[in-house]
């Protein structure tokens, strides 16, 4: 079993940054494609970046061009660069391990982070 723990969250202004560390229990991440999802109040989680294997990436639309996500395998630790935030942005950021694609969409796998909140203000 794999655990994660995300840091990094926080409040910031419209047009900020944050990043997003998600660091593992062990090296074995690196043989999962890896993956951000949020939730905002109210609304379904939603699927946000992933990492394969191969290091090949992949974002949702509403994120393309602002946010980063990558690997630092000697850490064993994901990362989620966050530019250009918008209030739209505001969530519970999670990791997961074990992405996988099913019908089309990307699912997420068997392990979580707790969950690290993002705040947008406007």
């Known amino acids: 079993q794999v655990h994660l723990q995300e840091s990094g969250g926080g409040w910031v202004q419209t047009g900020g940054s944050l990043r997003l560390s998600c660091a593992a229990s062990?090296?074995?991440?690196?043989?999962?494609?890896m993956g951000w999802f949020r939730q905002a109040p109210g609304k379904e989680r939603e699927f946000v970046a992933t990492?394969?294997?191969?290091?090949?990436?992949d974002y949702v639309e509403s994120v393309k061009g602002r946010f980063t996500i990558s690997m630092d395998n000697a850490e064993n630790t994901l990362y989620l660069q966050m530019n250009n935030l918008k209030p739209e942005d505001t969530a519970v950021y999670y990791c997961?391990?074990?992405?996988?694609?099913?019908?089309?969409?990307?699912?997420?796998?068997?392990?979580w982070g707790q969950g690290t909140q993002v705040t947008v203000s406007s």
């Open positions: 062990e090296p074995t991440i690196r043989n999962y494609a």
């Open positions: 990492r394969s294997r191969s290091g090949r990436t």
């Open positions: 997961n391990g074990a992405v996988r694609i099913i019908d089309g969409e990307y699912s997420p796998g068997d392990f």
